[in-house]
């Protein structure tokens, strides 16, 4: 059994199932441009897919987002990796749910090869308001790379970026621009920005406009000692023990590492540090609720 076509006229969640339900086992390879995708059915099962650097389901929900390209699906051919365990059902409704979501993101964030710009707004007067979530992004976003390539390089979904760019587009703190394009001038005198609202799990960083402009024209040190700080309060918080010395040491260690110019894992080094004292000062399950709140940086 093998047939192709267009993914314009078949989207990804259709062909699996037209392929499954005859129990066969083959490959779905995926085109789109240069990209280039795969997954594999064993006896009708997904076992296994990966789209770039991305495998596993965050590969399906990936793929089920393509609304151009190709498909061709060969029969006979296995895979010995498995890093799909959920159901078809689950997974196919997953990416439907996804996909319908991501019709409300498209209409502002066309596709995830779009490239974010900061947006540095000198009538700024209001504190900015984001989420751990938020400040990833932010730190990541330096109007060159793309969705795609901020999250591979944050090691999330390329989907959540795109919902979390939806917020900072739609608070006018982020414009999209389409990858190649020149990068507009940032400043946009006497525009007041609202900031973006808390959301209800994880802490939030609020800080000064003007730091917030800083890191919009590229100041990642910046940035990242903003989220080297609201790491420490929320681990001295957790333990009951401001001003903790052995917190303090571990938090002026890693801004160290920040002046030498290492990046985003010395704040996920930082948390993991912390939660280990946090333990041995409190207790384990302040340690696991300080995890919690830190999980969106991991």
């Given amino acids: 059994m093998s047939f192709q076509g267009s993914l314009k006229e078949l989207p990804l969640a259709d062909i699996v199932q037209l392929v499954a339900v005859s129990g066969k086992t083959g490959m779905f390879s995926l085109t789109r441009g240069a990209e280039r995708g795969a997954v594999y059915i064993q006896n009708g099962q997904i076992t296994h897919a990966k789209v770039n650097d991305t495998e596993g389901e965050d590969a399906i929900y990936a793929l089920a987002l393509w609304n151009e390209g190709q498909f061709q699906f060969s029969a006979g051919i296995d895979c010995e990796s498995r890093t799909i365990t959920r159901s078809n059902t689950n ?3 997953e990416a439907a749910r996804r996909s319908d979501e991501w019709k409300i993101l498209s209409k502002k964030i066309p596709t995830t090869e779009a490239v974010p710009q900061l947006v540095c707004r000198e009538g700024l007067s209001e504190p900015v308001t984001l989420t751990p979530m938020e400040w990833l992004i932010v730190t990541g976003t330096d109007g060159r790379r793309s969705i795609e390539e901020i ?5 999330i979904s390329a989907f959540d970026v795109a919902k979390t760019l939806y917020g900072l587009v739609t608070a006018d703190l982020v414009e999209i ?3 190649g394009d020149a990068a507009r001038p940032a400043s946009v005198p006497g525009i007041a920005v609202a900031a973006p609202a808390a959301t209800a799990a994880g802490p939030v960083v609020t800080t ?4 917030f402009n800083a890191v919009t024209r590229g100041d990642e040190r910046r940035s990242l000692q903003i989220l080297c700080t609201k790491v420490k309060q929320e681990a001295e ?3 009951l023990a401001p001003g903790d010395p052995a917190i ?3 938090y002026r260690a890693a801004l160290g590492e920040v ?7 010395v704040v996920r ?3 993991r540090s912390l939660e280990q004292t946090v333990a041995a000062l409190r207790g384990r399950e302040a340690s696991l609720a300080f995890r919690e709140k830190m999980a969106p940086l991991l």
């Fill in 91 to 93: 997974l196919l409704m």
């Fill in 151 to 155: 999250a591979r390089a944050a090691r």
């Fill in 177 to 179: 621009r389409a990858k």
């Fill in 208 to 211: 000064h406009s003007g730091v």
């Fill in 237 to 239: 918080s957790a333990a």
């Fill in 248 to 250: 303090d040491r571990l």
């Fill in 259 to 265: 002046d030498k110019g290492r990046g985003l894992d």
């Fill in 269 to 271: 080094e930082l948390i």
